[in-house]
């Protein structure tokens, strides 16, 4: 009721109830912050974790792209990229299968 635009006084009259009963009602039923808050930070931290993860990801590609091989063909596709080029121990990169 009192979502829909009615006061408390109001709403509590037509239910025969105090407002003060009515208003334990309603943060009874209402979520709490903290919660909610927990639950937006708990989004966050994913959300965190997950841009990182894929940060991670860009840098190996771009790391991987700059120590190509020079003249050696540009790959069309990251899959191709990792398929056709293999790392060496010196940081250089070696075509080959």
């Known amino acids: 009721m009192v979502e829909r635009g009615y006061s408390v006084a109001e709403s509590a009259a037509r239910l025969g109830v105090s407002t003060h009963s009515l208003y334990k009602w309603v943060s009874a039923v209402t979520p709490d912050k903290s919660e909610k808050q927990a639950s937006e930070l708990l989004e966050a931290k994913s959300k965190i974790l997950r841009l990182r993860a894929q940060m991670r990801r860009i840098e190996e590609e771009r790391d ?3 120590n190509r091989l020079p ?3 540009r790959p069309t596709g990251l899959e191709t990229l990792r398929t056709t080029l293999n790392p060496l121990d010196s940081g250089r990169w070696l075509l080959g299968g």
């Open 71 to 73: 003249g050696a063909p």
């Open 64 to 66: 991987i792209l700059k």
